[in-house]
């Protein structure tokens, strides 16, 4: 019998963060008896007097939140890092070893409307959404080494608020994941004289089969090692470093990228679609990173239907991540469903 990664147990290699997944393609019509998430409650109305982000509402520090109109900004009431936090040494005793650190965070509002998420709003708003993310790349770069943007939807992901909304954490560290990305990527430019993200992308136009979508600027696809079963890589055409690097053209076909590939995970399941997002650039200190591409990663938890969600327990807390639903299967269901919402069907 000959090796068919179709059909074959097998590992795949994350080159980004040097880390591997098992994938059993073999599984895939195991039965599904477990839990069922509980959904609905999917129609909110377009402002809400009890939503501590819709315009005019008081939040929890007693603030109220300006009538505004775009997008909003404001510093989040229990941040988890702080820029007022003391610096110094690190504390050491042997095995307890501790670094104090200073930070940021804030939460952004992508619009007043309560009920609209991204994949339901238009071009022209989802381009602010844009601005303001590379903004506060900018901004809180200018104090901090680190600024992740993320957003968190629906409650599955521990969301706490449907107010379409999205938050960005600096700090003056590298983080745990950039960091191995960090890692990887300079490694990979040292031993070749090219760019990782770049050259891996030459390679999946070639193939098509895990891209989803592709504009003038931008593709999204599954990538080769991805270990939620929906999860998307957001690669630019060029070689970009941070967001605020991007012209006002790549900008709207940004936005029309993200509108078209989230509309296609909302009409997968006809849910408003859970996930978790964020943006990596390059690092926001003086350091030559030449050896960074611009992504976003989706990591969205739903496998079966808008109710059953891979869980990652067991092998995967112990020993590595692993999937039944191969990549490329992921990525030709996305690429089947429409790009247009099934709400307007
Ligand atoms: P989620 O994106 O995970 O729902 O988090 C929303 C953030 O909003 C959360 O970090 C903050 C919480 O601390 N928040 C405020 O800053 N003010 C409030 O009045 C409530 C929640
Ligand atoms: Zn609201």
Not at 32 to 37: A, K, N, V
Not at 327 to 344: G, I, M
Request: charged share 25%.
């Amino acid at each position: 019998m000959r090796f068919d990664p179709e059909a074959h147990p097998h590992r795949r290699h994350n080159p980004l963060t040097d880390a591997w997944a098992l994938v059993s393609p073999h599984r895939n019509q195991r039965p599904w008896q477990g839990q069922r998430e509980v959904t609905g409650g999917e129609n909110h109305p377009s402002y809400d007097t009890h939503c501590y982000l819709c315009p005019t509402n008081t939040r929890a520090n007693g603030e109220s939140n300006p009538p505004y109109t775009g997008t909003f900004v404001f510093t989040n009431d229990y941040a988890a890092l702080l820029s007022t936090s003391p610096g110094g040494e690190s504390a050491e005793q042997g095995f307890l070893h501790a670094e104090p650190v200073q930070g940021e965070c804030r939460v952004i509002c992508f619009s007043p409307r309560h009920d609209l998420t991204l994949p339901e709003m238009e071009v022209e708003q989802l381009t602010k959404v844009v601005d303001v993310w590379a903004e506060q790349v900018r901004e809180l770069g200018t104090q901090n080494r680190w600024v992740q943007v993320f957003e968190n939807k629906g409650a599955v992901m521990g969301c706490s608020n449907p107010h379409p909304h999205g938050q960005a954490w600096a700090s003056n560290f590298l983080p745990e994941l950039p960091f191995r990305e960090e890692e990887c990527q300079r490694r990979y430019t040292e031993k070749r004289d090219s760019v990782l993200l770049c050259d891996y992308l030459i390679q999946e136009r070639e193939r098509q089969e895990r891209i989803v979508e592709e504009n003038a600027h931008w593709v999204m696809l599954v990538p080769y090692w991805a270990i939620w079963p929906f999860e998307y890589l957001l690669l630019p055409k060029r070689h970009v470093l941070r967001l605020p690097d991007l012209s006002s053209e790549e900008r709207v076909s940004l936005a029309e990228i993200l509108k078209r590939s989230l509309i296609r995970y909302d009409n997968l399941f006809e849910t408003s679609f859970p996930y978790s997002m964020g943006w990596h650039g390059a690092p926001t200190d003086e350091g030559n990173y030449a050896h960074w591409q611009l992504h976003a990663h989706f990591y969205p938890p739903l496998l079966r239907s808008a109710s059953v969600r891979k869980f990652m327990v067991g092998y995967e807390m112990l020993a590595e991540s692993q999937r039944d639903l191969t990549p490329e299967l992921a990525a030709k269901r996305l690429q089947e469903v429409s790009a247009v919402h099934y709400k307007a069907w």
